[in-house]
């Protein structure tokens, strides 16, 4: 089921990847070059709203996506996440999985990672 004014159901970008439940394409707003999502084909709200085979195929296409990635962009590293509601800072209503190439030197210290959404909790 798709929802006809949903960015990520009727996608206007290169497709990366594809499978039957999946598919991956590059962020139209990215924080680093290649920064890219796995959306589910079926319009749902949140990576808890899949079903088993959803989910475990995203994440398949994630692994995928990670060699494309890597062969395309040279990234030396990666951040893997989803944000899921209104306070997990979810903006796009369509469940769907970032994997975003870092790379040397893109941040000063990048220790903690994904820990620094909530910037006062990421030092540890």
Request: with cysteine; charged share 20%.
């Amino acid at each position: 089921m798709t929802q006809p004014n949903c960015i990520f159901c009727t996608p206007e970008r290169e497709i990366l990847a594809e499978s039957a439940l999946a598919l991956a394409v590059l962020d139209s707003f990215p924080v680093s070059p290649g920064h890219a999502l796995v959306v589910p084909k079926r319009h749902v709200a949140t990576i808890f709203d899949m079903t088993d085979d959803e989910y475990a195929e995203c994440f398949r296409l994630v692994r995928t996506l990670k060699d494309l990635l890597l062969a395309r962009f040279v990234p030396d590293g990666f951040n893997v996440g989803a944000n899921c509601g209104e306070a997990g800072g979810q903006s796009v209503w369509h469940a769907h999985i970032h994997v975003i190439p870092r790379y040397k030197g893109d941040t000063p210290n990048p220790r903690g990672g994904v820990r620094h959404v909530i910037p006062l909790k990421a030092d540890y």
